[in-house]
């Protein structure tokens, strides 16, 4: 299975911060990344497709960049909507395989 | 606009089997391109990818639950089905029911872009 290790687990931070969220993996995966933020209680969402791709509707403080195992999800300007727990997810190969989460915290 | 549901019993005895249904609008579980997948959360926990059914009829399982795990689909109904057996208080989990497809929009990459709301299930005694 792919291996994927998002860094940090937990993070603080304050509104208007900028922030980056690393995925590692233990594989190439060219470009098949996705980003997802999820909500206590809520299904997951698509932020970011194709590693760098911003899904319909997503804020564009949002993006997302690199390709083969490095891979990062950047916030530019948070705002408290943010406050929530992202997770990569590998799309190359069967089976498809999550990061651990990455829990984003108001400082 | 796609629409999933979850629909099942939120408590299952330990050994038992674990059945759930995702009702699909919106959309047909036999048109191609969309693998109709299942993705479950334990308790306080990260996703772990299940599975998915294709053109309503071929399935495909995670390999660490495929002797336990049947993935099924009803195409006149347009719902597709979980069936995990000899559960434990290990498949604790809320257990969500999505599509797989490719992006509207370029670049057309594979995409989780539709989720049900997701369905607590504990198993205890």
């Known amino acids: 299975d792919i291996q994927l290790t998002q860094s940090p687990s937990f993070l603080s931070a304050s509104v208007g911060d900028r922030v980056t969220i690393t995925c590692r993996a233990s594989q190439d995966i060219t470009s098949y990344l996705a980003w997802f933020q999820q909500k206590p209680g809520k299904a997951p969402k698509v932020l970011i497709f194709?590693?760098?791709a911003l899904q319909s509707g997503v804020p564009s403080r949002f993006s997302g960049s690199g390709s083969g195992t490095e891979f990062t999800l950047t916030i530019s300007s948070l705002q408290p909507e943010d406050f929530a727990t992202y997770y990569c997810q590998q799309l190359n190969g069967y089976p498809r395989t999550f990061g651990q989460g990455t829990k984003l915290e108001i400082k | 606009q796609v629409q999933l549901q979850e629909s099942g019993p939120g408590l299952v005895r330990p050994s038992q089997t674990l059945s759930l249904t995702c009702t699909v609008s919106?959309?047909?579980?036999?048109?191609?391109?969309?693998?109709w997948s299942w993705i479950r959360q334990h308790p306080g926990k990260g996703l772990e990818w299940l599975g998915y059914i294709y053109n309503g009829r071929t399935a495909f399982s995670n390999p660490s639950l495929r002797s336990r795990l049947l993935i099924s689909g009803d195409a006149s109904k347009n719902q597709f089905s979980l069936r995990l057996t000899s559960v434990t208080a290990a498949d604790t989990a809320i257990y969500f029911c999505?599509?797989?497809?490719?992006?509207?929009?370029?670049?057309?990459?594979?995409?989780?872009?539709?989720w049900g709301q997701g369905i607590v299930v504990t198993v205890s005694s």
């Open positions: 999505a599509r797989e497809g490719y992006s509207d929009s370029a670049p057309y990459y594979r995409v989780l872009d539709s």
């Open positions: 919106g959309d047909s579980i036999s048109s191609g391109g969309y693998y």
């Open positions: 194709g590693a760098s």
